[in-house]
């Protein structure tokens, strides 16, 4: 009896580090549209400290990895700002970066490529949005594309920063459980 209790442990112990790797490949994917995948290895990490019982993840390790998504998080709000104003655009400017990357996000992912339809959308609804803000407001063609590519470098910046943070907290994870 011991023995198929054990087997079932070991079955059980198995199907969650399974759905922790799911949970951590499928934030990656979400990290490479922009959004928050690694909220998903946070996830993953609490289902895999909770799986291992008192080894690898413990509570320290899920609370550095909420750290590290909250500072993407952070980043991602003020990269889209800060990408347009270093460029002398207005706040509004920001906001358009924002609101034309979801928008232009959205109507990329009905381009059947997956990830890169959505990308390239995101990038042309920052650029779009930001320049017609710009243009209305500058009243010059130049400067309101000068403005917008900033948004579109920022927005290209979040998803870099985003894709390798999951990935770096992904295998921070695995190698982790490996090891121990």
Do not use: Q
């Amino acid at each position: 009896m011991s023995e198929l209790i054990a087997i079932l442990h070991g079955l059980l112990e198995g199907m969650g580090y399974l759905l922790a790797a799911a949970m951590c490949l499928v934030g990656l994917f979400l990290s490479c549209l922009s959004l928050s995948g690694t909220w998903l290895v946070v996830g993953a990490t609490v289902l895999a400290a909770f799986v291992s019982g008192a080894g690898f993840p413990g509570f320290g390790t899920v609370l550095f990895f909420i750290y590290l998504a909250v500072l993407v998080e952070v980043a991602e709000n003020v990269a889209g700002f800060w990408g347009v104003k270093r460029r002398g655009g207005s706040g509004w400017a920001g906001l358009a970066a924002l609101g034309g990357g979801l928008i232009g996000a959205l109507v990329g992912s009905l381009i059947p490529v997956p990830v890169v339809g959505t990308l390239l959308g995101m990038l042309a609804g920052s650029f779009g949005l930001v320049y017609l803000v710009e243009l209305r407001r500058l009243r010059a063609h130049d400067a309101a594309a000068y403005i917008a590519f900033g948004a579109v470098l920022a927005r290209m910046f979040v998803v870099l920063l985003k894709v390798l943070m999951t990935l770096a907290m992904s295998i921070w994870l695995f190698v982790g459980i490996a090891v121990r």
